[in-house]
């Protein structure tokens, strides 16, 4: 699908396209958007109408892209990025005071809502802008100039960036239900051995796919969202790493490995920025994870 096409669809369409399009599923998407259903499935539909063709298998646990959707995903997300860096330019042009963010993991973490809700209160005049990534940038587009702080995940290449450690999770493997190993109180990474493990793509930092693949060379599907990991586990067996504490669906699981170091939740900025409105936002994720 030629690039120039998505110019005839409005924004917001696209951006509703590609959280259903990372969520794999209406219902999260919805409510990762903070809107109903009903106009979001119409929103899709109107979208399959425009291109001539679907974008998504649909089934009664969820969604799958097309061959379509997949080209229109790589698309969309190229032009919503370009979109933001136009706005941001624009909005620094004006004089116009704003940060952005971008936040990669689980929304419904919540550090992430007490960080929320204390810097609107600390700065009320502020712009906020949020961009919600996949898997395959940790730093969030922090070293390609898109956000000014990134609330990730570590370990990652740190090269001219600065790290705080805001949390410490444990990691377990996330199973199938009926998956024998599901019924162990607690796993080693030797026990997975002989797994399928999902990858991310090619270029993504070499420091960050070793962690999730528990430190060694594994085989098996390219994933970019967290849907995608959890749809992979649940169609193919897939194994794969993730945070202990984060909600599944009722046919998954997570076991821990007691031979995991643990994840950390970190803030990350470009190293020597002295924006005051980083430095704060750095001081209130502290104490937002603190608690």
Do not use: K, N
């Given at each position: 699908m030629p690039r120039g096409y998505c110019c005839s669809v409005e924004l917001r369409t696209l951006r509703y396209f590609?959280?259903?399009?990372?969520?794999?599923?209406?219902?999260?998407?919805a409510a990762r958007l903070h809107m109903s259903q009903p106009p979001l499935s119409r929103a899709i539909k109107q979208l399959e109408a425009d291109v001539e063709a679907l974008l998504f298998t649909r089934s009664s646990t969820g969604v799958t892209l097309t061959a379509v959707g997949s080209v229109l995903l790589?698309?969309?997300?190229?032009?919503?990025?370009?979109?933001?860096?136009?706005?941001?330019?624009?909005?620094?042009?004006?004089?116009?005071?704003?940060?952005?963010?971008?936040i990669l993991g689980d929304g419904t973490d919540p550090g992430v809502a007490r960080l929320a809700a204390a810097y609107r209160r600390s700065h009320p005049g502020i712009g906020i802008r949020i961009r919600d990534?996949?898997?395959?940038?940790?730093?969030?587009?922090?070293?390609?100039?898109?956000?000014?702080?990134a609330l990730t995940r570590s370990p990652f290449a740190e090269t001219a960036l600065t790290v705080r450690t805001l949390r410490t999770d444990p990691v377990g493997v996330v199973l199938r239900a009926d998956d024998p190993l599901a019924r162990r109180d607690q796993l080693r990474l030797a026990?997975?051995?002989?797994?399928?493990?999902?990858?991310?793509?090619?270029?993504?930092?070499?420091?960050w796919q070793s962690y999730w693949n528990g430190g060694r060379p594994r085989e098996g599907p390219v994933v970019h969202a967290v849907q995608e990991c959890l749809q992979t586990v649940l169609w193919n067996g897939t194994?794969?790493?993730?945070?202990?504490?984060?909600?599944?669906?009722?046919?998954?699981?997570?076991?821990?490995?007691i031979d995991m170091p643990p994840s950390r939740v970190v803030a990350v900025w470009n190293e020597g920025d002295t924006n005051p409105l980083i430095r704060s936002f750095i001081e209130i994720a502290t104490a937002a994870y603190g608690h």
């Open positions: 590609v959280a259903v399009a990372e969520e794999l599923h209406f219902g999260r998407a790589d698309e969309a997300r190229a032009l919503l990025d370009h979109a933001d860096r136009v706005r941001e330019r624009v909005s620094a042009a004006a004089g116009v005071a704003t940060i952005t963010i971008g990534t996949d898997l395959t940038d940790p730093t969030c587009g922090l070293r390609a100039g898109l956000v000014d702080v026990e997975l051995s002989d797994r399928h493990w999902f990858q991310f793509p090619q270029g993504t930092d070499p420091v194994v794969g790493l993730a945070p202990l504490g984060h909600d599944l669906p009722a046919e998954l699981t997570v076991v821990p490995l």
